[in-house]
């Protein structure tokens, strides 16, 4: 009977430890305690926007040692928080130990790896109950491809994607003027249309950087 005690222990916390495992991979990490406090922050704020009875259920999804995580802390008396945006991100980042600019990033890769440890249906049944912007965001949508560079820069795929459209826009500008510059040889010329084309690729221009 101590043997098949001691077996089910082990066996909770190998699979606890296998969702902070894949936590720490998908963030290119070797850093259980970072993948710990994501997680866990990942966990509460969901878990408190939730009502009692929908906590209940997301919690009998989850491995035992981490169902541990998910609920400390917890008043039932008080949920659900029907807290904003600003303050979700705060509260995050406070717990994971993060900046703020990468909560969105970081709950979205959470996302990923939770989904992969739950039944089809199951994560999604929880995220239903979220209002659509933090649904949005701890689902994972429009999840970024890489983290934001450390110095603040933008990823490089953001900043390939941002040069296309500024290169667009220019291209379209450049047509326009030379469009109202273009003119019979035998025609007078004419400053008004001149003008016009300058000031529309102007507009353009601002428009583009806006």
């Known amino acids: 009977m101590a043997h098949q005690k001691t077996g089910t222990f082990d066996h909770m916390v190998h699979t606890a430890n296998a969702m902070v495992a894949d936590i720490a991979e998908v963030f290119g990490t070797t850093d259980r305690r970072f993948a710990f406090?994501?997680?866990?922050?990942?966990?509460?704020?969901?878990?408190?926007?939730?009502?009692?009875?929908?906590?209940?259920?997301?919690?009998?999804?989850?491995?035992?040692?981490?169902?541990?995580?998910?609920?400390?802390?917890?008043?039932?008396?008080?949920?659900?928080?029907?807290?904003?945006?600003?303050?979700?991100?705060?509260?995050f980042a406070r717990e994971a130990s993060i900046p703020v600019e990468d909560v969105s990033w970081t709950a979205a890769r959470v996302s990923v790896i939770m989904q992969a440890h739950f039944s089809a249906g199951q994560l999604e049944h929880a995220l239903a109950q979220l209002p659509e912007w933090l649904r949005e965001i701890v689902a994972g949508v429009e999840m970024p491809a890489q983290r934001p560079a450390a110095d603040g820069a933008a990823p490089a795929d953001e900043r390939l994607d941002r040069l296309e459209r500024q290169l667009s826009v220019l291209t379209e500008a450049v047509r326009t003027l030379v469009h109202g510059l273009e003119q019979r040889p035998d025609a007078e010329p004419n400053e008004h249309r001149t003008a016009r084309a300058a000031r529309q690729a102007h507009e353009l221009l601002l428009a583009g950087q806006s």
């Open 37 to 91: 406090r994501v997680l866990r922050a990942w966990l509460h704020t969901l878990r408190d926007r939730l009502t009692v009875d929908e906590a209940a259920h997301f919690a009998a999804q989850l491995p035992e040692l981490v169902r541990g995580v998910y609920y400390d802390g917890w008043n039932p008396s008080r949920v659900p928080v029907k807290y904003g945006h600003d303050e979700f991100t705060a509260r």
